[in-house]
C-alpha cells in the first residue's frame, strides 16, 4: 500500500489506488469474458472518418464505457 498523504486542495479530495499488476489484470478480464452473459459496454461507434471526433469525445471525458471505430461496412 503506498505512503502517499491525503491532499486536498480547494474542496477536492485526492486519494492514490492500488490496481495490481498486468498479470492480474489479465487473468481478470479473461475471467470476466468467460462468464455468461457479459458484455461490454459501448458508449458510441464512430465511422472511419469521424476519428478525429472521437478523440475530441475521449479527451472531454464524459463517455462511459467503449467508444469505437467502425473499420468495415456491415
Known sequence: MSNLPNISLEGALLRDILVGSRTQYVRGARMALQHE???PVVDKVYP???TRAEYEYLENQQHVGKVCVQ???D
Open 48 to 50: 472511419f472518418e469521424g
Open 71 to 73: 473499420v468495415a461496412r
Open 37 to 39: 452473459g457479459f458484455k
